[in-house]
């Protein structure tokens, strides 16, 4: 359980962990807090965005669409690597998912496969959507993956968190595939090994 980053907070650990990160718009005021609550954040759900072409996807999670209002993440992940941060506060990223998901992820334990819709996500996780038509043959470039891989860590050391507080929106809900082209387990490994 913690208290949500600061937008200046987020920056720094981001770029204290290495990445490159672009600033979009009126990022910091930009949320869905006036539909529902924020924190406290308990892990970090990652996505793919089904798009194609940095700013076009930037400009979607940024601004969302006619049935999802953005923003749709807190960072859009593109395929050079670029962290572009793209709300502070709720987002609209996991929706809803499985309360035994989310006890294991505030526990840091390996979670269950999820078969229930009866928590709301977008309260309790951070959310990065990544650059990539998730149709299995799209590849995730390896500036993109430790892009992923940094960001992630950069929020788990914020908060004193291990790698099992990032789980993949398919780890949230069976309603999802994302992201698909890599492994969880092996990003958690990733991680894990960034954090020792
Ligand atoms: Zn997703």
């Known amino acids: 359980m913690a208290t949500p980053i600061t937008a200046n907070s987020f920056v720094e650990a981001l770029k204290k962990e290495g990445v490159k990160v672009e600033e979009v718009r009126d ?46 993440a807190h960072g859009c992940i593109t395929k050079d690597g670029t962290v572009h941060l793209t709300g502070h506060g709720r987002a609209n990223h996991a929706g809803l998912g499985d309360d035994d998901v989310l006890r294991a992820v ?64 398919l780890e949230w809900t069976n309603q999802k595939s994302d992201p698909r082209g890599f492994t969880m387990d092996d990003m958690r490994a990733r991680i894990a090994a960034r954090l020792k």
């Not at 529902?36 to 601004?63: F, M, R, S």
């Not at 990065?128 to 993956?145: T, Y």
């Open 106 to 169: 505030i526990a840091e334990k390996n979670p269950p496969k999820p078969n229930e819709m009866n928590t709301d996500g977008n309260r309790s996780f951070y959310g990065f959507e990544c650059e990539n038509l998730g149709d299995g043959k799209d590849p995730w470039p390896d500036a993109q993956l430790e892009a992923i891989e940094k960001a992630a860590a950069a929020l788990c050391r914020h908060h004193g968190w291990n790698e099992r507080s990032v789980i993949g929106h």
């Open 27 to 72: 990022w910091r005021n930009h949320n869905r807090n006036h539909k529902g609550p924020w924190g406290p954040v308990h892990g970090i759900v990652i996505h793919h965005t089904v798009t194609q072409g940095a700013k076009e996807t930037v400009d979607l999670i940024y601004d969302g669409h006619a049935s999802l209002p953005g923003p749709l």
